[in-house]
């Protein structure tokens, strides 16, 4: 792919019936489980992007037998009964946060040494509050860069409860106001441990949709878990992962840019296999459309949205469980007739890039008059004639990418740098856009 996609103005209201990939965060929980099963697994409707193959091929490190048929968006692995074949190993997660978060959990308890390896980028991501609770739990880890950050070696607590004799507890303490994704490292490798794991949760923050999506899967896979509303989750690791086939949903945080441009350019799109009820949180990013002034229809094929014929309305909204989507309401706000405020989403600076920044630096960069909140954003209507062309900076997010292109089918002159980030998650983004735009 070129270094720089140059967005085309587009000509024309949009009709159009789109196909996305198999969700990200749903491919790689369901990796991991059928890793851990007990049996062969085949996972259909898979997603297969830099994230995932990351996450395939540490499990081919690991010994794991995995048949993969990209053509066919199918996986086959078979699981070891949350036994890891290879007792010593090398894996390398790139930048995949799902891939770098689940596996160290498992690692850190099996009954092997490993060397987790990752990018710069993910290097640069917290996630102390998992390691303090990992070596609680038991594990060992020597930190070969910074402390609380990978790249690391581990010690698993079955290797290591086995030659000093130390007891597993039962229960632990986590932090989860940064990250869900250590809960759910935890609740996904739980039965590993062959019995009951209670997880406390000691931050203001303790659910999440990311964990609803872990709970719902670990019960398809026959794993029973239990909250309590004192903030107190339940893996009942002495149930085995067992399924012979898991079907993957579409991955609707890819949908909701195509819905976003009917929202903004008007015209109708369509999203194959999007229905209501899907697990994944961003389908509350459609609600806020449908506030913003788009109608929602569900048809045969999957979820029609029709943008407004009148324009959209501003909104303020808390965005804390859904939060990829923050960029995306951001990229459109300006075009709306009232103001936007994006709340509750400090954790963001955190991610690929401090994406609050990256909201706040490409707005401007295009004209338009945002301010930077403590927890979020405030974007202002743009006048007409205000906003122009520009170079995106995506900071190697896909996210950032993906957003900002939208602003360009209005705006004459907006190019992308580094468009290539989009292979993190969604590889052919801009070949449909291209597809659109012809």
Known sequence: ?????????????????????????????????????????????????????????CLQSLGFSVEIREDAKEVQIRGESGRIPAKT?????????????????????????YRINCSDQMAGRPMKELFVCLEQMGAVFTYLWEKYHLPVEVRGIFSEAMSAGKEIPDEITLDISRSTQYLSALMLTASMLKKTLTVKISSEKKKGSYIEITRRMLSEFGVRTDYSEDGAYQIFGEDTPSAAEYDVEPDVSGACYFYAAAALMGGEVTVKGVYPGLMQGDMRFLDILKDMGCTLMETPEGIKLTGPEGGLSGVDVMMNDFSDQALTLAAIAPFASSPTTIRGIAHIRDQECDRINAIATNLRALGADVEELEDGVRINPAAPGQLHGASIETFGDHRVAMSFTLPGLIIPGVAIKDPGCCRKTFENYFEIWDCILR
Request: some cysteine.
């Open 1 to 57: 792919m070129a270094d720089i996609y140059q967005v085309p103005v587009l000509q024309k209201r949009l009709h159009e019936l789109i196909q996305v990939p198999g969700s990200k965060s749903e491919t790689n929980r369901a990796l991991l489980l059928a890793s851990l099963s007990d049996g062969p697994c085949l996972i259909k409707g898979a997603q297969f992007s830099d994230d995932s193959r990351h996450f395939l091929s």
């Open 89 to 113: 190993g090398e894996i390398h997660v790139g930048s995949a946060g799902t891939a770098a978060r689940f596996l160290t959990a498992m690692l850190a308890f099996s009954d092997g040494t």
